[in-house]
């Protein structure tokens, strides 16, 4: 229960964070590009994060992977609520605070569920995983909200004090209940085990790499800018969009198990190569749509509900597949070598998304979309193929 607390607690804070920091900083007249380039070292650091955070939870336990996480957060918030401080590079620091603490919370909570569940109960897995991981993103939907909310209420910095306190309360609860069932093994993770030496979870982590950035090179930068600006929509109605949107993922990535069928069994390679196949409809489908000259506010939403549904069906999936392929002795290695990869697709595609808006516009963010979602379907065909 605490896990999980903690995990939602700092969940809302950081989407209200990026929301907070895409509008504010959009406000005061940075580029497209450059409301980008802010999130650059929360992705980078991100991936180092998962590699490195790996074998901190297998060496020290998750309980202390956890706490340095929602630590490491409320620093971040501080910090850059200190708005006399404020520049690019100084955002980009504090972010990539963010981004470490981010990390840290999410493999410990993820990899706390393999320590939890029966190893061969894997019905069971599937559907704590799509719970945890759905919970997670409809609650980061709703930080969203409750950032663009903070930011028209309360202000920019106001908004950031109003976060350390409600993070910092979460802390101090779970300090005090949390028992020590996270400790760490006997088993001691060597250094030179950071790397999976698993080719099935080499070939998950690249295919999740694409999958994430599919998602985040319209979506990040490219598509609150593109309705703020050519659309002409409020801060605010953006805000609830990308709330909205994030909701609905993590309802049907929590819904998953049902939607696919699975009461006993559960999810393999040859529902990854699936799924993800199916998602190649979502951006084929807008440039179509936009070829025709139809709406682009309609083509917008429309496709945007389309891309959650499928998307968050492909991100349970892989999300079952990694905690079920990890290792048990060390599997917060295989988890974190796996999240680094995620890490990595969502630094890839935050860079093209504010590049390739400023140099192509919108449209172009949908069809790289569509070739990097096709690279995700080839590599589950191979990872299918294997026995």
């Known amino acids: 229960m605490w896990i999980t607390t903690a995990y939602w607690g700092f969940t809302l804070t950081d989407g209200a964070l990026r929301m907070l920091v895409v509008l504010y900083f959009h406000q005061l007249g940075y580029s497209p590009l450059e409301v980008a380039s802010l ?4 992705e980078f650091f991100g991936i180092i994060t998962n590699l490195f955070g790996g074998w901190l939870g297998a060496r020290f336990g998750l309980k202390s992977t956890l706490f340095s996480g929602l630590a490491l957060q409320i620093l971040a918030l501080s910090l850059l609520a200190q708005t006399q401080w404020l520049s690019v590079a100084f955002v980009m620091i504090m972010q990539a605070i963010s981004g470490i603490a981010k990390d840290l919370n999410k493999m410990s909570a993820k990899t706390a569920i393999k320590q939890l569940v029966p190893e061969e109960d894997g019905s069971t897995l599937f559907k704590w995983v799509s719970l945890l991981t759905g ?19 309360f202000g920019y910095q106001n908004s950031l004090y109003l976060m350390v306190l409600g993070l910092s309360l979460v802390t101090l609860l779970c300090v005090l209940n949390l028992k020590s069932s996270l400790k760490a093994k006997k088993y001691k993770a060597k250094f030179n085990e950071l790397f999976s030496k698993s080719s099935s979870i080499n070939l998950l982590s690249a295919a999740r790499f694409f999958l994430f950035s599919a998602r985040d ?6 598509l609150p800018v593109f309705l703020i600006s050519e659309l002409k929509w409020q801060h605010g109605s953006v805000g609830i969009l990308m709330a909205a949107w994030v909701i609905l993922y993590g309802i049907v990535q929590s819904l998953s198990p049902k939607l696919l069928g699975f009461k006993i069994q559960h999810p393999n390679a040859k529902t990854a190569v699936k799924s993800a196949t199916a998602l190649l409809v979502a951006p084929l489908s807008m440039i179509v749509a936009s070829y025709l000259g139809l709406s682009a506010q309609n083509v917008v939403v429309i496709g945007l509900l389309f891309f959650a549904i499928v998307f968050a069906i492909n991100s349970a999936v892989h999300s079952f597949l990694i905690v079920h392929y990890a290792n048990n002795e060390n599997a917060s290695l295989d988890v974190g070598f796996y999240y680094m990869a995620n890490a990595g697709g969502r630094l890839f595609g935050t860079i093209l998304s504010g590049l390739l808006y400023q140099k192509f516009g919108f449209q172009s963010t949908i069809w790289t979309s569509l070739l990097l979602i096709a690279m995700c379907v080839s590599i589950s065909f191979k990872l299918a193929r294997k026995k």
């Open 39 to 42: 999130f650059l070292f929360y």
């Open 135 to 153: 919970s997670k993103n409809a609650l980061k939907g709703v930080g969203f909200f409750l950032g663009g909310l903070l930011l028209s209420v």
């Open 217 to 222: 090179v319209w979506f990040v930068v490219a």
